[in-house]
């Protein structure tokens, strides 16, 4: 299993970025995929999942903020953030998600940086 995720940098708040996550080494159409981050100083928060019919789920902090979609003939999960805010700023990282009552992963990319500031 191997996920690289690409898209992060350095944001005003306000604007946007598109994390990208590209899967190889499993079947990636028949698992849900999920974003997490880890923000310092506070650990790993789930942020967003998205089951294989394309149900897609976020933490509160992101609602209306954050859109999740994958591209199944692609191999690809994709986390379109707008409206940034300087409290997401962390690392975000792909992984498999395994489920969601309580939110847990199986495999994991390497992250992703997203700096959000003035």
């Known amino acids: 299993v191997q996920l690289v995720e690409s898209g992060g940098g350095l944001v005003q708040p306000g604007g946007s970025l598109r994390l990208s996550c590209n899967a190889s080494g499993f079947a990636f159409r028949d698992y849900a995929m999920g974003w997490a981050r880890r923000i310092p100083l506070k650990g790993i928060e789930w942020v967003s999942g998205i089951y294989t019919d394309g149900t897609d789920y976020y933490t509160n902090s992101v609602k209306g903020r954050f859109t999740i979609s994958r591209d199944n003939a692609k191999n690809t999960v994709f986390l379109q953030m707008n409206n940034l805010k300087p409290e997401d700023t962390a690392l975000y990282y792909c992984?498999?998600?395994?489920?969601?009552?309580?939110?847990?992963?199986?495999?994991w990319g390497q992250g992703t940086q997203v700096i959000v500031s003035s």
């Open positions: 992984a498999t998600l395994l489920g969601l009552a309580p939110p847990r992963f199986g495999s």
